[in-house]
């Protein structure tokens, strides 16, 4: 079994029942971790920080197949706009890089916002704090340990003919 992460202590710390679910080290892409667990792409959710520029920093967790609509997250948390955190600030800011950023455990906790679309699954994946680990665990968990909202964060598919 992996070493704990932060994301895992912080779960255990608050007693909420999770599975840790590892794969191979390689896909980064949310669609490709849930193509190798067998799993819808939509039940696995990735984890996407922006800022609103001014010192304000919000994370969505959204499914692996979906877009954030930046004007519906800029709403959702009160800010004019918002747009992704730079891939280098990441680390810094959060304890955690590009493909094993967890919404749970970073340094600080900020405003999160996690897909209404979470609520249809019983359990949902999101990163363990580390690539090649996931953590499988009730959507609700999320409210408790994080203080997530779910509200719909993404931009609606273009249907294709």
């Not at 800022?51 to 609509?69: A, I, K, R, S």
């Not at 706009?81 to 094993?100: D, F, V």
């Not at 916002?113 to 090649?132: M, P």
């Amino acid at each position: 079994m992996a070493a704990k992460t932060n994301a895992m202590r912080l779960l255990d710390k608050d007693k909420i029942h999770y599975t840790v679910r590892e794969y191979p080290e390689g896909p980064v892409a949310a669609v490709d971790v849930a193509n190798y667990f067998g799993q819808p792409a939509d039940r696995l959710f990735k984890t996407l920080v922006t800022t609103d520029n001014n010192h304000g920093y919000y994370v969505f967790c959204l499914p692996g197949d979906h877009e954030l609509d930046l004007k519906k997250a800029a709403s959702l948390v009160g800010a004019k706009k918002i747009e992704m955190l730079k891939q280098k600030e990441l680390l810094k800011l959060t304890g955690y890089i590009h493909g094993g950023c967890s919404p749970i455990g970073m340094k600080k906790l900020f405003p999160t916002v996690v897909d209404v679309r979470a609520l249809d699954w019983d359990t949902i994946y999101v990163s363990g704090g580390k690539i090649g680990l996931q953590i499988e665990l009730d959507p609700r968990a999320l409210e408790q340990v994080i203080h997530a909202t779910f509200a719909a964060v993404t931009k609606e598919k273009e249907e294709t003919v």
